[in-house]
């Protein structure tokens, strides 16, 4: 059974950091985009930032120059670096992959149960 394990949420003040991670494990055959999103409340799920197998980046207008994804294919791990947070960033971070679970080669989106964010002014 495949199963994604975000980390690293919690209360942080304006401008602090936080650092949010997403575990993959179980029966993976290989790990395509991986990415985050968020959910605030009474508000759609939004693509945070996103980066393919290869490395490529891609982010929201809102987070950028403030939040970097990295992953570790080593680890099946993706990383989502928040830095000077803003109350606007308060929301529930979901991790999202689309992994290879098949011997067929079939990919899979997958996701994450979330883990919250919340930013006090």
């Known amino acids: 059974q495949v199963q994604l394990v975000e980390s690293g949420g919690g209360l942080v003040q304006a401008g602090g950091s936080l650092r949010l991670s997403c575990a993959a494990s179980?029966?993976?055959?290989?790990?395509?985009?991986m990415g985050w999103y968020r959910q605030a409340t009474g508000k759609q799920r939004e693509l945070v930032a996103a980066i393919t197998s290869g490395g490529i980046t891609n982010y929201a207008d809102s987070v950028k120059g403030r939040f970097t994804i990295s992953r570790d294919n080593a680890k099946n791990t993706v990383y989502l670096q928040m830095s000077s947070l803003k109350p606007e960033d308060t929301g529930v971070y979901y991790c999202?992959?689309?992994?290879?679970?098949?011997?067929?080669?079939?990919?899979?989106?997958?996701w994450g149960q979330g883990t919250q964010v919340t930013v006090s002014s």
């Open positions: 999202k992959s689309t992994l290879v679970t098949d011997g067929l080669g079939r990919a899979y989106d997958y």
């Open positions: 179980g029966r993976i055959f290989s790990i395509n985009a």
